[in-house]
């Protein structure tokens, strides 16, 4: 059966589409809870604070582009419409009641319609619900101790060397692998209580859409809840000393079922629960 040109060109726009649709979901789904070469949008979400987060960003992207362009088009209008050579008799104008009303009341209009939505995220970030789940992150020169209070279960997270990170059959990201990930159960609601044992960290985790600092004799605490099974990267983001960039943070998001033989296995001290790296064997403290 012969295909006419139309027919032909309709199919290869169909195939070129679905490529690329695959394409991106492949690299979207590659790209989920770690940073990508070439990035220049906000890190996949997994919470849905970071999807109010995200949104946000978006709008507010697309507003200061709106007003950026506008300020543009009134520059060029001026520049051509005003010069010298194309107005030798410029206007003796002074006032204009209408346009000095709108330049007042248009910006006015557009800072409450952000002020709205920012006020609406704030309390979303600092308003933490009942909590399925209390962790400790306290904050080392340069790692991280992660308490479980509830669960009597307490380990230190330390960035893997580039030798450790080489034996591994699927090696994490460079600077982000540790030996020990925070282990969370998926859909719960997590308390995270931050503080820091000798200066100033910063605990954040931008898939999550949180950042806190970590400060020694004062306890902070924000909270998420991951709605994506998965392992998510972070850093201490708070200049913390000469190693304030090997202080990695590892979350691996489970079903509630793994969660529980987590629990267990880490209590029973043995040296294969699921906060470690495939392919690594190291005793887990507790």
């Given at each position: 059966?012969k ?71 009134l ?37 409450v319609?952000i ?23 306290t ?6 101790t ?10 230190t ?11 591994l059959?699927?090696?994490?990201p ?12 998926v ?5 995270v ?17 949180i ?42 998001v ?25 392919g690594t064997?190291?005793?887990?403290s507790?």
């Amino acid at each position: 059966m012969k295909m006419s040109k139309g027919q032909i060109g309709r199919r290869l726009l169909g195939l070129a589409v679905a490529a690329t649709a695959t394409s991106a979901c492949g690299t979207a789904s590659a790209e989920l809870g770690q940073p990508a070469p070439w990035e220049y949008k906000l890190q996949g979400s997994a919470t849905e604070v970071m999807d109010f987060i995200t949104a946000f960003h978006d709008g507010l992207l697309v507003v200061i582009t709106l007003i950026t362009l506008f300020v543009l088009a009134l520059l060029v209008i001026v520049v051509v419409k005003f010069n010298a050579k194309a107005n030798p008799v410029p206007s003796r104008t002074t006032h204009n009641t209408l346009v000095e009303v709108a330049w007042t009341l248009i910006p006015v209009l557009i800072l409450v319609s952000i002020a709205v939505p920012s006020f609406r995220l704030l309390f979303l970030e600092l308003d933490i619900p009942k909590a399925d789940l209390t962790i400790k992150a306290t904050g080392n020169q340069w790692n991280w101790t992660y308490t479980y209070p509830d669960d009597k279960i307490e380990y230190t997270s330390i960035m893997l060397t580039e030798e450790d990170r080489a034996k591994l059959a699927s090696p994490p990201p460079r600077l982000l692998g540790a030996d020990h990930a925070l282990v969370v159960p998926v859909n719960k609601i997590v308390r995270v209580q931050t503080t820091g044992s000798d200066v100033i960290h910063s605990f954040a985790m931008p898939a999550f859409g949180i950042k806190i600092d970590a400060i020694p004799g004062r306890l902070n605490e924000t909270w998420f809840k991951a709605t994506k099974l998965g392992i998510y990267y972070g850093q201490c983001s708070e200049l913390c000393g000469k190693d304030h960039a090997f202080m990695p943070i590892v979350v691996k998001v489970v079903n509630d079922q793994d969660y529980a033989d987590w629990k267990k296995c880490v209590q029973a001290s043995q040296d294969n629960c699921i906060d470690l790296p495939a392919g690594t064997k190291t005793k887990q403290s507790s």
